[in-house]
């Protein structure tokens, strides 16, 4: 059997500016077999782009990937919207679905902390770029004290955020909101989002604050470097800027460079969740 025929067939479902990054960082691994980006209109922008890299591509959206064959993995890139007639397109057949819409439809994967859980299930859902930069360190510090409000705020570039991103924001915070409350165990749980418009782009940014008693700061500090070691282990961008730790409030601020791919750097919310999205399937390649 050729080397190709034993990668994992997989597809990109919507052509925005995440479906096209993620086609490319799929393009790039050499464990993974990109046979399709599916969008709906192929006068579209993206799907323009992806014809021009030489990708297979296709509109009709869900439908264009029924009729392909075969796939093992399909990304969903479109909204939240439209996720759940994926799913029950896809749910009949052997093919996993892991959704990069806010939706919470799925198991909840957070890479660096339950990664290894996604083996055992086929409708996976990676929260948001948000939950992705924030809850890896947000179960780190709820491992060394009990946690009673948490405070997350992303600003990213309004560049960054295409129009399923745009028409998804209630669902970004409720659906973000829900997964530190499941990683955490903390009820209270608010989440805010910016885009700024700033000129030149800023670099997307997220903002925790941890309120809780008993805080001992030395054992916090070192859990948080080590989650975010974790998270670098795939998003090389991923750096955490500010860390501030009393008796009773923690305050963390990180930054996320988007790093090798067409992207800007500023679109590092972009960047952290294909990249989530890269490595679990790159791991269902490995089962």
Known sequence: MAADERRPRVAVLGAGLIGIDLAEKIQRSK??????????????????RATEMGYATATGGIASL????PLDLVFDATNADS?????????????????????????VIVPSINGAQAAGHRHI?????????????????????????????STGASASAGRATRLNLDQYIATTAAAIRSFTGTKGVKVLV????????????????VLAEGIRPAPVRTSIAAAAEDVRAFTPGFKVTAVAVDKDRISVAVEVAATGGRIP????NLDIINAAAVLLAEQYAAR
């Open 31 to 48: 464990k993974l077999d990109l046979r399709l980006v599916a969008g709906r209109d192929r006068e579209s922008l993206g799907l323009r």
């Open 125 to 153: 859902n990676l929260v948001s770029c948000g939950g992705q930069a924030a809850i890896p360190l947000l179960h780190a510090i709820s491992q060394r004290c009990t946690p009673t409000y948490i405070e997350v705020v």
């Open 83 to 107: 996720h759940a007639e994926h799913w029950a397109a896809l749910q009949s057949t052997d093919t996993t679905l892991i959704d990069l819409t806010p939706t919470g439809l799925g198991t």
């Open 265 to 268: 750097a500023y679109a590092g």
């Open 66 to 69: 029924l009729k392909a064959g």
């Open 194 to 209: 910016n885009l700024s418009p700033a000129q030149p782009a800023p670099p997307f940014r997220v903002a925790m604050t």
